[in-house]
């Protein structure tokens, strides 16, 4: 009995486990949401918290650097650092301006992006070539769509993007959780049949009838 308990304790302890991960996964969900809602609170929320984890990031490498200041990578060390810790104060005192400037790269970085898918499927023809072509044209026409309507589209491009991050992370972690205690379950469930049929301290021989203890 004691041995097929510790068994179902791990499966119960698993199970719920799996629930606090659904369970994060539609907190993940609620807000994505209400980010697509409120997209420009949502892009205002997004660039304030890359500010901070670009400070945040910056400080722990200048720790770094400055316990390996016995190795030759100081100096990049305190560079990276710097760096970090200067974007994180820019875009934290100017988020609007810093918005403005990501969503004109995020443009860019989708036109790029389109014009290589599309010049490599044309070239290359491989197996891939439909979804690599229709991938190149998507990310070409966002890429446009963003940038003729820069700056104002600053507003929301930026938000946009974290929310269905959020929200695809989200339904993730929901059907991962939902899919781990529905496993963890079933195996508490054989772990329960298994030990139910068999009385304390029995033992079963290859003949397949339990003996009992002397």
Known sequence: ????ATPRGGAAQLERGFGWLAALGVVLVIAGLVGLVYTA???LTSMLLFGWLLLIGGMVGLLHAVQ????GFLWLGVIVAALNLAAGVVIIRMPDE???ALTMFAAL?????GLFRLVGSAVVRGP????TLLLGAFDLLLGILVLIS??????????AFFSLALLFDGLGLVATGFGGRRVAGMVSDRIAAAGGGRAPGASAPPGGKSVPPE
Request: without cysteine; charged residues 5%.
């Open 98 to 100: 810093a918005t403005v």
């Open 68 to 71: 390996s200041r016995g190795t």
């Open 109 to 113: 970085l989708f036109l790029t992006a």
């Open 41 to 43: 609170a949502a892009t």
């Open 150 to 159: 820069w700056p104002g589209s600053s507003q929301y491009v930026i938000g």
């Open 1 to 4: 009995m004691a041995a097929s």
């Open 128 to 131: 891939q070539f439909g979804w």
